[in-house]
């Protein structure tokens, strides 16, 4: 078996000088391009006798066929008994036809063909608000894969950008957040997309009810806004339409999605309006198309060439063999800056799970804690700990190639930076003649991840990489990576307190306490 090996091969691997293998063949050999993308892997923990075992593992487990149960609908989800299928949602008629998914085919492109036609008039400034001006600000209200997603691409692609129309994005329930973005809005150019799966999500209706309110008070003195959600200022996102039009959302201003997209997948759906809006629809169709040559890669490819699961395999080896707790993403791209925390949902949310997809508890470490900011900025920051400090934290530098938004001399820079930083992690230094502080353990592992340019395509790809190295480490802990029940108490638990349901014995008394400070507890 490949566990007891590895385990072996774990309790040397730190005394082992990686300094000293980096020459010219291991370069050549850690190394993988897929779907535009350059992954540079050679400065891992790992020697060959450890990446064929990891293969090994991956071949030998219910991976591949776990992948194709995805691929071809089957409903993997096994704890909400429902199929997932974001990857339908880029896949093309063929691809579905043969994964015998022909008859998804017919309605995902009507879902895209309301994109495009909501998308087209919002740009073409023929989308026209209640005084008949075009609409040049959207306001995508969601939180979770509603918001994160939608946001992370239109700020990556912001080369592709509209001129004259702003995105923005509100999520938090803080009101600060909605009423600030509204203060410096004008209602008449305004429109509010209302994202939500269930069209229940409390954050983002009462995000939305305080955009209403607003556009109530703003055309006082018009008639025709006694119900601002019939209006043409707001438009739905939702698997929910009937809850969407009892909010008074007029059917033919709600896109659809399914039930099978689940939240933090969702930027490849009706979710992604936003998307089509800021950069158009014919860059989410590229978006769509990189994601696609990324999943092929991720069928097709062995496990050995196969860049999601080598990413997925190094991430098992740290957790389950070399105990690290963390991984960080470091995008030296200032556009790519909403990364880590893009990652920290799909990751965190997916893998972070103590009992498997048969509901036995665990009996190893699952995902990591993920974090990251953009270098340079992190340099000045957390990078102390990663070279002295005494936590292994493996990592993922991402860089671009080309920027045309950038500068030679800055991107040069930028660049340089993030190579020298993977080197020295890996390089550290030991001088005798320097006090100890001065000197560095090395021996710190990273993946440098290229991407020639931040195109639609290569970003869509790039997504698309993360969310099968997700699904593969699920897959090899034999946990549901899709569903996430552990963010379902505490909402609920806040929805008694807010309904006065004098559920105050069920807080302890800490809380009893802070509630009463407060003044946040139920009348009684």
Not at 116 to 136: D, F, M, N, Q, Y
């Amino acid at each position: 078996m490949q566990w007891p090996r590895l385990k072996s091969l774990a309790a040397g691997i730190r005394e082992t000088n990686f300094r000293e293998l980096l020459g010219p063949e291991r370069a050549a050999r850690y190394r993988l391009e897929a779907a535009g993308l350059y992954l540079d892997y050679s400065r891992n923990l790992v020697a060959d006798e450890v990446m064929g075992l990891l293969a090994e593992l991956a071949e030998s487990s219910p991976l591949a066929a776990h992948r194709e149960a995805m691929f071809s609908g089957e409903a993997i989800n096994t704890s909400e008994e429902r199929p997932v299928l974001h990857t339908a949602l880029r896949a093309a008629p063929e691809d579905l036809q043969a994964d015998g998914l022909g008859e998804l085919a017919g309605k995902i492109e009507a879902q895209k063909n309301r994109i495009r036609e909501v998308s087209e008039r919002i740009r073409a400034g023929e989308w026209l608000g209640h005084t008949g001006k075009p609409v040049c600000d959207i306001v995508n209200l969601g939180i979770g894969g509603s918001d994160v997603g939608p946001k992370l691409a239109c700020e990556a692609l912001k080369e592709f950008a509209h001129g004259r129309l702003r995105c923005h994005f509100v999520s938090n329930v803080d009101g600060e957040a909605i009423h600030s973005t509204l203060r410096g809005l004008d209602p008449e150019t305004t429109l509010v997309i209302v994202s939500s799966k269930t069209f229940t999500t409390q954050e983002t209706l009462l995000n939305a009810r305080t955009a209403a309110t607003w556009f109530q008070e703003s055309f006082q003195d018009r008639p025709g806004m006694e119900n601002p959600y019939a209006s043409p200022h707001f438009i739905a996102v939702t698997a929910a339409p009937a809850k969407a039009m009892q909010a008074g959302i007029p059917e033919d201003r709600i896109l659809l999605f399914d039930e099978w997209v689940g939240g933090r997948y969702s930027l490849w759906s009706s979710i992604g309006l936003s998307i089509a809006i800021s950069v158009g629809y014919d860059n989410f169709t590229r978006m769509l198309e990189g994601a696609r040559q990324m999943d092929r890669h991720f069928r097709t490819a062995p496990a050995a060439e196969n860049m999601p699961v080598v990413l997925a395999l190094l991430g098992l080896w740290y957790a389950n063999f070399l105990a690290a707790e963390s991984h960080a993403v470091i995008p030296y791209c200032e556009r790519l800056a909403q990364l880590p925390s893009y990652l920290q949902q799909l990751d965190m949310e997916s893998n972070g799970k103590s009992v498997t997809a048969s509901g036995e508890s665990v009996a190893h470490a699952t995902g990591p804690i993920v974090w990251g900011l953009a270098g340079t900025n992190g340099q000045h920051s957390f990078f102390q700990l990663l070279h002295q400090g005494t936590h292994l934290v493996p990592m993922d530098f991402i860089g671009i190639v080309e920027d045309k938004l950038s500068s030679p001399e800055h991107h040069r820079v930028l660049l340089t930076n993030m190579i020298a930083q993977s080197a020295a992690l890996m390089a550290g230094r030991q001088n005798e003649d320097l006090p100890p502080w001065r000197n560095y353990p090395g021996n710190r592992p990273s993946n440098v991840l290229l991407l020639d340019r931040l195109t639609p395509e290569n970003f869509g790809a790039l997504i698309a990489l993360y969310e099968h190295k997700v699904f593969v480490q699920g897959s090899l802990w034999n946990i549901n990576s899709f569903d996430q029940w552990g963010v379902e108490l505490g909402k609920e638990l806040a929805r008694r307190l807010l309904d006065e349901s004098d559920d105050r014995d069920a807080l302890d008394a800490g809380a009893q306490a802070l509630l009463d400070r407060l003044r946040l507890g139920s009348s009684g």
